[in-house]
């Protein structure tokens, strides 16, 4: 990782976990640079990223400001892992659940229809390394992001395939946030995953839905557990 890259993701944090008020003007690009030890150009650079995530409002003889919470990118994974990393926000993850009860299971009655044999191998390959790796939650976690994202691909539709990286962005989010390692939890995530994949396969688009949306609402059952563990954990 580059000096700039590092420090992209310091100042970016930063402001996602209100070192800097929402709406609060940020010191001149001056200040920063001397405060990060920069160069004026690797300073704009960062300014550059970080405003394309809308996290501030870089317009040209106004200074900086922090942007509104609600005008955020929610949809990057890196703002996600920001906001998410430092508090549980219940408000924001039931939002991203809700987003997903409401793409997911259309995408994959799309994908039960039109999935082809390339498809259903690489649907088949993650579920199979999910299954495989039960005890290594790094790699189960990432085999289960690209088995959404393969099923989405299946789907045939440009435009949502276009909307790849913001769904995947969801999922990491959510899941960081729900995941839980027990054997039980584990094994009924592998069978849920393996129930969409088999009405993928055997072409039932009613079934592909229905399992897809038993899926996002187990994963709204973890969240509002979670929820409630970590708030009696801070009584």
């Known amino acids: 990782m580059t000096k700039t890259e590092r420090l992209f993701r310091l100042f970016g944090r930063q402001i996602a976990?209100?070192?800097?008020?929402?709406?609060?003007?940020?010191?001149?690009?001056?200040?920063?640079?001397?405060?990060?030890?920069?160069?004026?150009?690797v300073m704009r650079e960062i300014i550059k990223m970080l405003s394309s995530k809308r996290l501030i409002d870089a317009q040209p003889h106004r200074g900086l400001s922090v942007r509104p919470r609600e005008q955020w990118n929610y949809l990057d994974a890196d703002v996600l892992e920001w906001v998410l990393?430092?508090?549980?926000?219940?408000?924001?993850?039931r939002s991203l659940i809700e987003v997903r009860s409401l793409i997911e299971?259309?995408?994959?009655?799309?994908?039960?229809?039109?999935?082809?044999?390339v498809d259903?191998?690489?649907?088949?390959a993650s579920y199979n390394l999910m299954a495989a790796n039960r005890g290594n939650a790094e790699v189960f976690h990432e085999a289960d992001i690209h088995f959404h994202h393969a099923v989405?691909?299946?789907?045939h539709n440009p435009i949502?395939?276009?909307?790849?990286?913001?769904?995947?962005?969801?999922?990491?989010?959510?899941?960081?946030?729900?995941?839980?390692?027990?054997?039980?939890?584990?094994?009924?995530?592998?069978?849920?995953?393996?129930?969409?994949?088999?009405?993928?396969?055997?072409k039932n688009p009613d079934a592909a839905e229905e399992a897809s949306r038993r899926m996002v609402a187990h994963?709204?059952?973890?969240?509002?557990?979670?929820?409630?563990?970590?708030?009696?954990?801070s009584d």
């Open 120 to 124: 259903l191998v690489d649907i088949e």
């Open 17 to 41: 976990q209100g070192e800097y008020a929402p709406g609060a003007a940020l010191p001149s690009e001056a200040e920063l640079c001397k405060r990060f030890e920069v160069s004026r150009n």
């Open 85 to 93: 990393e430092k508090e549980a926000n219940p408000l924001l993850v």
């Open 160 to 202: 949502i395939q276009q909307l790849s990286d913001a769904v995947g962005a969801l999922q990491r989010a959510i899941f960081d946030f729900t995941f839980r390692s027990s054997a039980e939890h584990l094994e009924l995530t592998v069978r849920q995953h393996l129930d969409l994949f088999d009405a993928i396969r055997r």
């Open 105 to 117: 299971p259309v995408i994959s009655r799309w994908a039960a229809e039109r999935a082809t044999a």
């Open 219 to 233: 994963t709204a059952e973890r969240a509002y557990q979670v929820s409630e563990d970590r708030d009696q954990g």
């Open 152 to 155: 989405l691909a299946a789907s």
